[in-house]
């Protein structure tokens, strides 16, 4: 296995990403590595590539300069591509993630960077007391940067030769790895990279993964404004030829705008889209508000095929599996409102049952 060889190191992530898209414009596959220090107020993007591809690589750099007259710093970007961040831990969930985020950005016309968090190898701060404790720490991180590195490289190749099987060639991967807390820097990498989804694998390589990414999903979507699609094992290609969408609504106000952005996100699909609302209290209001909703669905989006449903279930998580199953639904979607009666669906325990015992892809909204 190549290793890879940094070729540069910004204190910014903008001329990283610019010198990216121009090594992968030529066929140069391109790494990250983001060291960062919360105590210390540092961060730095070191670009790497293969040791087989250094000599290439300098020579791009040398004709960006020559072109714009100015260091890679000074560029400004503009790059309307769509962007995916697929989180990975390298296991089997993550491979299903990444494949599925494959066939996504095949359709939307999106490049996805594939993140893998490493945690911090000094875990055991009384070390600090030894002499030999920063010659200790350099080794460690070293060596655990390099395995993480290695892990990438080889992850990269097998979801790119996938797409050769696939016959998909227009979507970009790119990869980066960050050593800290997988939370806190997938919230990090994001505000630099600006995602427009994140797709997460929510089975992971712990026993207790179920629990551990669904609860992952829950934070992400907490603390970041970006769309997270969770998917929770292998799927059919043939559920991207057309899109058979539930989309659970609660009446609340937002879930129009949610809508209107679950439909930019699958306008290349052919699709259909049932919103539902399951009834816990048979409020015969409510008949008169779905009527109301399907009146503006058919003004606001006639192209569409798509329409609102009401239907009576004491459980909320019941009601909606069982629409599912009853309409071979293949991508189950809503919002995460912090009222209404989805609130105790979304409550900690039964937000990681929904994401558990679905075995089709969610993409949830936050609030």
């Known amino acids: 296995m190549p290793s890879l060889v940094t070729i540069a190191t910004y204190e910014q992530s903008i001329p990283a990403y610019i010198l990216k898209a121009k090594l992968e414009d030529e066929k140069i596959d391109c790494y990250f590595a983001i060291l960062s220090s919360s105590e210390e107020g540092w961060e730095e993007v070191r670009v790497?590539?293969?040791?087989?591809?250094?000599?290439?690589?300098?020579?791009?750099?040398?004709?960006?300069?020559?072109?714009?007259?100015?260091?890679?710093?000074?560029?400004?970007?503009?790059?309307?591509?769509?962007?995916?961040?697929?989180?990975?831990?390298?296991?089997e969930g993550?491979?299903?993630?990444?494949?599925?985020?494959?066939?996504?950005?095949?359709?939307?016309?999106?490049?996805?960077?594939?993140?893998?968090?490493?945690?911090?190898?000094?875990?055991?701060?009384?070390?600090?007391?030894?002499?030999?404790?920063?010659?200790?720490?350099?080794?460690?991180?070293?060596?655990?940067?390099?395995?993480?590195?290695?892990?990438?490289?080889?992850?990269?190749?097998?979801?790119?030769?996938?797409?050769?099987?696939?016959?998909?060639?227009?979507v970009r991967i790119h990869s980066s790895i960050v050593r800290g807390n997988i939370v806190a820097k997938i919230k990090t990498v994001s505000t630099e990279y600006k995602p427009d989804l994140i797709v997460l694998g929510t089975i992971?390589?712990?026993?207790?993964?179920?629990?551990?990414?669904?609860?992952?999903?829950?934070?992400?979507?907490?603390?970041?404004?970006?769309?997270?699609?969770?998917?929770?094992?292998?799927?059919?290609?043939?559920?991207f030829d057309k899109v058979n969408i539930l989309y659970a609504t609660d009446f609340n106000e937002k879930d129009h705008n949610s809508l209107e952005h679950l439909l930019?996100?699958?306008e290349p699909f052919e699709k259909k889209i049932s919103c539902i609302h399951i009834d816990t209290t048979q409020n015969r209001t409510k008949v008169e508000r779905m009527?109301?909703?399907?009146?503006?669905?058919?003004?606001?989006?006639?192209?569409?095929?798509?329409?609102?449903?009401?239907?009576?279930?004491?459980?909320?998580?019941?009601g909606i599996k069982d629409y599912v199953d009853q309409k071979q639904i293949n991508l189950l979607s809503f919002t995460v409102?912090?009222?209404?009666?989805?609130?105790k669906l979304f409550k900690p325990n039964l937000f990681k049952k929904i994401l558990q015992e679905s075995n089709i892809p969610i993409l949830i909204f936050p609030s």
């Open 94 to 170: 993550s491979e299903h993630a990444c494949q599925y985020a494959i066939h996504l950005a095949h359709k939307i016309k999106a490049e996805i960077k594939l993140l893998h968090v490493y945690e911090d190898p000094v875990a055991d701060l009384s070390i600090k007391e030894s002499a030999s404790y920063l010659n200790y720490l350099q080794a460690a991180i070293k060596e655990t940067e390099k395995k993480a590195n290695t892990a990438l490289l080889a992850f990269n190749r097998k979801m790119k030769s996938y797409m050769n099987v696939q016959k998909i060639k227009n």
């Open 48 to 91: 790497q590539v293969s040791e087989y591809d250094v000599e290439r690589a300098i020579k791009v750099m040398l004709r960006i300069q020559a072109e714009y007259g100015t260091d890679i710093e000074k560029l400004a970007t503009l790059n309307p591509t769509r962007k995916i961040i697929v989180p990975t831990d390298f296991s």
């Open 337 to 343: 409102h912090k009222r209404g009666i989805f609130e």
């Open 204 to 239: 992971g390589r712990r026993e207790d993964s179920k629990s551990v990414f669904a609860g992952l999903a829950r934070l992400l979507i907490s603390g970041l404004d970006i769309p997270v699609y969770a998917i929770p094992g292998p799927f059919s290609r043939e559920v």
């Open 291 to 318: 009527d109301e909703l399907n009146l503006q669905l058919q003004t606001i989006y006639p192209q569409h095929d798509i329409k609102c449903w009401l239907f009576d279930d004491q459980d909320v998580f019941h």
């Open 264 to 266: 930019k996100i699958v």
